[in-house]
Each structure stands twice: as C-alpha cells, then as structure tokens.
C-alpha cells in the first residue's frame, strides 16, 4: 500500500459552496482555485465546484488546463495577462481579465478581434496590485470605450478582513463602495473572511477560496464552528513504535526529550512529502483515531509521535496528520505558517484519492 495519501472530497468541496451560497444569497460566486485548488486539485476541484459561477485561477496556465479538461465555465485569470501572446491566448480561450493597472488598459486598447469582459481592480490600501484611486475613473472610462471590451465589472482585495471590526477593512470597504457608488457596475469585495465576518462586503459576486476547501481563515475558530467539512486529510500509518526512556531524546538534535517512559510512534511521512520540517513538538495528530502529539524534529520520510496515551497503539495504525478530526488551521500555529500553506505545499510523491474512487 502506498501511503502517504492526500484523500480528497468533492461532497465537502460541494457543501462548503452550499455554506457560502447561505451566507451570501444575493451574489454570484468566483471559486477561487488557483494554486492547484490550494494543493487539492484544479480539475478535480472545478469538476466538484462545476455549480460555482465562475472560477478564479492566478495564472493563464491554470486556465488553459482546465480548458484543454474539458471546464467551460467562466475563468478569471486573477493577475491578467503581460504579454501580447497572453492575450492572444486568453482570447482564444475566452477567459475573464482582471485590470490592475493602465499599462494593461494600453494593452486592451493596442488589441482588436474579441470582447473581454473585464474586472477593474481598485487598490484600497493591499497595495499589491489594483489602479490608485486616482487612476480609477481614468481607467473605468478607458476601458468602457475600449473596442476590446465588452463587460466591466470593478474588484478590491481586503487586506485583514479575519479582524472582525477592524479599523483597515472597514475604511476599504468604504473606500471602495464610496468611489463606485452610482456606476451601476458589478462589484466583487469579499474572499472567504470578508465573507464570513464583514456582511456588507457581499456584494454581486463574492471570491471564496479558503472557506471552500473547508479551513477556517479566522483566528480563534476552526471550520468546524463555521459549518465547513475539510476537503483534504493527509493521513500515513505508523511503520514502528519504540520505547524511550525518561530523559532520552528522539530525532534530530535530540529536540525532544521524554518527560517519562513512552512510547514513540514513527510515522512515514516528513518534509518530503510535504509535512513541513519547522512543524514543531506537540502538534496534534490522530493516530487511530486517539490524540497524540509529535516530537521532536520532522525528517525526510518520518515524523516522531508521542503514543504513549494512544491505547495498544501499533505498527500499521493510521495516522492523520490533518483534516478529518485535525483542522489544518490547528496544525499550522505549530509550523509558525498558515493552513494555505500546509496545503498547497504537499508534495508529488503523496498519493492523492478523490474519495468517490477510494471506495
């Protein structure tokens, strides 16, 4: 049996999109999936997503690749595009663009042959892309006269909208609604916090990405307490259990010393695979079902954990090392990281199971 295994669930991906339907009745959904859907997929999650009204992809070759599977659903490239090939080949795919600056209006206006819609992007204080809010009436009505251009449509990016009442997300969403107030033009505001904390930030479309893949982007609440189910448990079996005496150490630079007679379970999975070297002692696990913690330094291929509370634990037992029973947003404190990051960092040997085909 091969292991570690990346199983993955298209009914959770399914009723993660139903949670975020409820929240924001009113609006359209852009599902972002950039990233490979966060680690989980791009195919098969646009396949388990098929309901979504469009797709959000970072790069043009994650919209080619679903394409060339077969999605013909709207997809908005989330960065644009830089080149006049790009362009060329968003055109003949006919992908949705985000405008974030006027060299890229130049580059609509210098084209001809097909319509894009577009997104306008309003920089409100991310400042990472988006036009200022002194280039943006200049660069709406440059692009609402431009030949190429069909559809207009005007975006923002929150920067912390997981800090509910925060001073910053509020003066963006005002911001924001104050310099498009009257343009009758399509508005999208809120990725997956925006969504769940700031209700006036739901506007006609809405971006989830997170939320969708069942991790909570809020502190202090797991996904669980929001009505979302994990998309993604990365589980291994124990392949030894050693007995380790009080004051010895286990692993690398013996990091972890036991603080009585235990015993240690090795798993078979490290940072090759994707469960990440900075994990540190006390991150939480399953193993059989039963809490444990590991210890001590991740390897390669092999991660330590403390069994010594895990009744008749066993070589061959099952491991979770999240997911399932361990919320991604749990482990990644331990990593000094994010859960977008343990996610999309598993790497190409770990086998990945659509749940439907595991049986």
Same mark, same amino acid.
């Given at each position: 049996?091969?292991?570690?295994? %990346?199983?993955? =669930?298209?009914?959770?991906?399914? /009723?993660? &999109?139903?949670? +975020?339907?409820? @929240?924001?009745? !009113?609006?359209?959904?852009?599902?972002?999936?950039?990233?490979?859907?966060?680690?989980?997929?791009?195919?098969?999650?646009?396949?388990?997503?098929?309901?979504?009204?469009?797709?959000?992809?970072?790069?043009?070759?994650?919209?080619?690749?679903?394409?060339?599977?077969?999605?013909?659903?709207?997809?908005?490239?989330?960065?644009?595009?830089?080149?006049?090939?790009?362009?060329?080949?968003? %055109?003949?795919? =006919?992908?949705?663009?985000?405008? /974030?600056? &006027?060299?890229? +209006?130049?580059? @609509?206006?210098? !084209?001809?042959?097909?319509?894009?819609?577009?997104?306008?992007?309003?920089?409100?204080?991310?400042?990472?892309?988006?036009?200022?809010?002194?280039?943006?009436?200049?660069?709406?009505?440059?692009?609402?006269?431009?030949?190429?251009?069909?559809?207009?449509?005007?975006?923002?990016?929150?920067?912390?909208?997981?800090?509910?009442?925060?001073?910053?997300?509020?003066?963006?969403?005002?911001?924001?609604?104050?310099?498009?107030?009257?343009?009758?033009?399509?508005?999208?505001?809120?990725?997956?916090?925006?969504?769940?904390?700031?209700?006036?930030?739901?506007?006609?479309?809405?971006?989830?990405?997170?939320?969708?893949?069942?991790?909570?982007?809020?502190?202090?609440?797991?996904?669980?307490?929001?009505?979302?189910?994990?998309?993604?448990?990365?589980?291994?079996?124990?392949?030894?259990?050693?007995?380790?005496?009080?004051?010895?150490?286990?692993?690398?630079?013996?990091?972890?010393?036991?603080?009585?007679?235990?015993?240690?379970?090795?798993?078979?999975?490290?940072?090759?695979?994707?469960?990440?070297?900075?994990?540190?002692?006390?991150?939480?696990?399953?193993?059989?079902?039963?809490?444990?913690?590991?210890?001590?330094?991740?390897?390669?291929?092999?991660?330590?954990?403390?069994?010594?509370?895990?009744?008749?634990?066993?070589?061959?037992?099952?491991?979770?090392?999240?997911?399932?029973?361990?919320?991604?947003?749990?482990?990644?404190?331990?990593?000094?990281?994010?859960?977008?990051?343990?996610?999309?960092?598993?790497?190409?040997?770990?086998?990945?199971?659509?749940?439907?085909?595991?049986?």
């Amino acid at each position: 049996m091969s292991f570690p295994t %990346a199983t993955l =669930d298209g009914d959770a991906l399914r /009723h993660n &999109l139903a949670a +975020v339907r409820r @929240l924001a009745a !009113s609006s359209r959904v852009m599902a972002v999936i950039k990233a490979n859907a966060y680690g989980h997929g791009i195919v098969e999650a646009a396949r388990a997503l098929a309901s979504a009204d469009a797709f959000g992809v970072a790069r043009i070759v994650e919209g080619l690749t679903l394409r060339a599977e077969g999605v013909t659903a709207p997809i908005v490239l989330l960065e644009g595009v830089f080149s006049a090939d790009e362009l060329q080949q968003a %055109a003949a795919n =006919d992908f949705e663009l985000v405008v /974030h600056s &006027l060299e890229q +209006v130049a580059q @609509l206006e210098q !084209s001809g042959g097909h319509r894009f819609d577009v997104w306008l992007k309003l920089n409100t204080g991310m400042n990472r892309l988006g036009v200022t809010p002194q280039q943006f009436d200049t660069a709406r009505q440059r692009l609402q006269r431009c030949a190429a251009v069909g559809r207009v449509r005007l975006m923002t990016h929150l920067f912390g909208a997981e800090e509910a009442g925060g001073a910053g997300t509020r003066s963006q969403i005002g911001h924001f609604l104050s310099l498009v107030s009257g343009l009758n033009l399509e508005r999208s505001i809120a990725n997956s916090a925006g969504l769940l904390v700031w209700p006036e930030a739901r506007t006609e479309w809405v971006r989830p990405g997170l939320m969708l893949y069942g991790i909570s982007p809020l502190p202090h609440r797991d996904a669980g307490s929001l009505g979302l189910r994990p998309a993604m448990t990365l589980t291994t079996r124990l392949i030894a259990v050693q007995r380790v005496l009080t004051g010895e150490g286990v692993g690398y630079n013996a990091l972890w010393r036991a603080p009585r007679d235990s015993l240690i379970g090795i798993a078979a999975i490290g940072y090759g695979d994707g469960y990440a070297r900075n994990v540190r002692s006390g991150a939480p696990v399953l193993v059989n079902g039963h809490p444990a913690q590991v210890a001590g330094r991740v390897s390669m291929d092999m991660t330590a954990i403390d069994v010594s509370d895990v009744p008749n634990a066993k070589i061959g037992d099952p491991v979770v090392l999240w997911g399932d029973g361990v919320p991604a947003e749990k482990v990644a404190p331990y990593a000094d990281t994010i859960a977008y990051e343990l996610v999309c960092g598993i790497a190409q040997r770990v086998t990945r199971v659509w749940k439907a085909e595991a049986g």
